[in-house]
């Protein structure tokens, strides 16, 4: 799910970097407001202590969030695609894969994993509820009773509701939510075509929108404006990410007998791997004026991009004898991609907006040549309708 605009680093968990957008901050500061006037009704604390306890609440519910996130993540680079990242947003968070499910099986395992880290925060909150001989307590919170309760337990059973209501609206059969991509990989592995189950569950999407609309009027006509103005907004977003889904499969549809050895530079300008910061600098990008090229070993296999900074601020600190294999990066399928990939794939290639072009290896990961933005616009300019 695209969520627009850039994002502040947060940090770094098991090597994936963690983002926000400042919608997130603006969602985080509403959170604490609305729970600090929650926990200062079901708990006995002071206006100080009710407001502490809406910061923990607030950021141990984007904490769930992170890690329903990296549950993708984690099952992502296990099956083989890459991560470019996590993003908090308006609406939760977003796992930004390097390129799309190749499989049903593939698509069915990332979609899943979200939601069993979701259900498993639920059962770990109810099993300490029950560990702790509060259950009652915890559950009063949970179900919003105005009984009073321990701050500890409090927090548990707030946590426990949040990712119950969040695994719940989550596991709905529509796109973009995970249920979606679930249902799409049901239907991808029915009917053989990943397209047709894309667009299923894109149109279950569209109507679940309607449904979340229909709940936001119904806040309005509460006078609860508020929870009423977020529910449409979120209608909305749903609404445009399912109808992107459908025209983005009805596009694929177009251009899904291209592939990347259609479009690419079987013959591109490639730097050996034992060339010198030196001689790169001297005799590539002086020569060719370029900003990056790819470094291949003595058997042509592609081994990662040298840009030309790096090699002029080696040649700077006084190593002008390192190799382009030292001073090489590529993160695991950031700049590269199969030479046999349908031209679809090449567009959801994080690295792709990044470097402007992608590297294409075959099975023995040998380059076999270049693809760049130009070439793509080109070949997905001639596969579109007239008037598109």
């Known amino acids: 799910m695209p969520t627009g605009g850039g994002s502040i680093q947060l940090g770094r968990i098991f090597g994936i970097r963690i983002g926000a957008t400042p919608s997130w901050f603006f969602v ?3 959170l604490i407001y609305l ?34 996130e990296l549950g993708h993540a984690v099952v992502s680079r296990r099956n083989g695609i890459g991560i470019a990242g996590i993003d908090l947003f308006f609406f939760g968070g977003v796992t930004k894969n390097t390129r799309e499910a ?52 409090a927090l548990l059973g707030f946590l426990g509701v949040i990712n119950l209501v969040l695994l719940v609206f989550n596991l709905v059969p529509a796109l973009p939510l995970d249920g979606g991509r679930i249902a799409r990989a049901i239907a991808w592995r029915l009917t053989g075509d990943r397209n047709r189950g894309t667009r299923m569950a ?17 806040l309005f006509a509460q006078n609860d404006s508020f929870n009423g103005v977020y529910t449409l907004i979120l ?35 490639t730097m050996p791997a ?28 592609y081994l990662g991009v040298l840009r030309r900074e790096r090699a002029e601020g080696s040649v700077a600190e006084g190593r002008p004898a390192i190799t382009a294999a030292e001073l090489v990066e590529d993160e695991p399928g950031r700049f590269r991609i199969g ?20 590297m294409a290896v075959d099975a023995e990961g040998v380059l076999c040549g270049v693809v760049t933005v130009e070439q793509i616009r080109r070949a997905l300019t001639a596969a579109a309708p007239s008037g598109l």
Not at 124 to 136: E, K, M, T
Request: proline share 3%; glycine share 10%; aromatic share 12%.
């Open 35 to 68: 729970l600090t006037g929650y926990f200062g009704d079901v708990v006995n604390v002071s206006s100080s202590g009710a407001f502490a306890l809406a910061v923990a609440g607030a950021l141990l519910f984007f904490l769930s969030v992170t890690l329903h």
């Open 274 to 301: 034992d060339t010198t910061a030196l001689v790169a600098e001297d005799e590539f990008f002086l020569r060719y004026g370029w900003p990056w090229f790819a470094v291949v070993d003595d058997r042509g296999r």
């Open 102 to 153: 190749q499989t049903p099986g593939e698509e069915f395992r990332v979609a899943a994993a979200g939601p069993a880290v979701t259900a498993l925060i639920v059962l770990v909150c109810l099993g300490l509820a029950v560990g702790l001989n509060h259950y009652g307590e915890v559950v009063g919170v949970a179900r919003f009773d105005d009984n009073q309760a321990a701050p500890a337990y």
């Open 28 to 30: 985080l500061f509403v």
């Open 339 to 358: 030479r046999d990939q349908p031209l679809e794939a090449l567009i959801a290639v994080e690295g792709l907006r990044e470097l402007g072009a992608l």
């Open 202 to 218: 894109g149109r279950a999407g569209q109507g679940f929108s309607l449904i979340v609309a229909a709940y936001g009027v119904y």
């Open 235 to 269: 209608a909305f977003f749903l609404n445009q990410s399912a109808r992107a889904a459908i025209v983005s499969s009805d596009f694929s549809d177009r251009i899904g007998g291209i592939r990347v050895a259609d479009v690419m530079d079987a013959e591109p300008v």
